[in-house]
């Protein structure tokens, strides 16, 4: 079977993308086998094996964050996590602060080159998970702080030019991004962070 990546043009005004993906579930990849790392508090043991049982999709697209790009068209695969991020992301204050999270990003982190993305976001977002694995660190109490704590995860990401994915830690989520871009995003980033920390109101009007 030929793999193909169509772009539909519509009314000459939008581009619609279709990739063809394959549903995979209750495998899971050999590349994540290291996923959870062992004596790690969150998530706990009935999360991985729903997790797992999940599986993931197989996207027939190019990964932008791959080392080397294929030389064949049309024979790439990317391995998607997102039924998987979408388990772990819930329960508590997950969604709410990967929502205000995104809204953040849209509205002062989207700059040219696109230094930062919403999956940065929802990759720093997992790794403070594993960072606060109690129940209550995501109570609505404790949303602020976990806002905080993301924002300070992306400033060292872009600080030191690399994101890992994270089920995929050898994937860097920020290769082939400009240093231009990164250093911008970063000074971006610590005023929103700033802004935060010295006004405990600034979230309404961010």
């Known amino acids: ?3 193909k990546q169509l772009n539909t043009s519509l009314y000459c005004r939008y581009i619609v993308q279709v990739t063809p993906a394959f549903r995979c579930p209750g495998v899971w990849p050999r590349a994540a086998a290291h996923w959870p790392l062992l004596q790690q508090p969150w998530p706990h043991p009935a999360l991985i094996t729903e997790v797992k049982a999940e599986g993931f999709d197989l996207l027939s697209k190019e990964s932008p964050y ?12 990317v391995v998607s996590f997102r039924s998987a991020e979408s388990l772990l992301l819930a329960g508590g204050c997950r969604r ?17 080159g696109r230094p930062v993305d919403n999956y940065h976001i929802k990759t720093l977002l997992l790794y403070e998970c594993e960072k606060h694995p109690l129940d209550m660190d995501w109570d609505e109490s404790c949303l602020g702080d976990r806002v905080n704590g993301v924002l300070l995860q992306l400033i060292s990401c872009l600080q030191n030019r690399r994101c890992p994915h994270y089920f995929l830690p050898g994937l860097d989520l920020l290769r082939g991004k400009s240093v231009a871009a990164l250093d911008g995003a970063a000074k971006h980033a610590w005023r929103i962070l700033r802004e935060l920390l010295t006004n405990s109101r600034s979230l309404e009007k961010l």
């Not at 791959?66 to 695969?77: K, Q």
């Open 66 to 77: 791959a080392r080397e790009r294929s030389a064949v068209d049309g024979d790439a695969w």
């Open 96 to 112: 709410r602060c990967l929502s205000i999270l995104k809204t953040l990003r849209d509205r002062h982190l989207d700059l040219p």
């Open 1 to 3: 079977m030929q793999k």
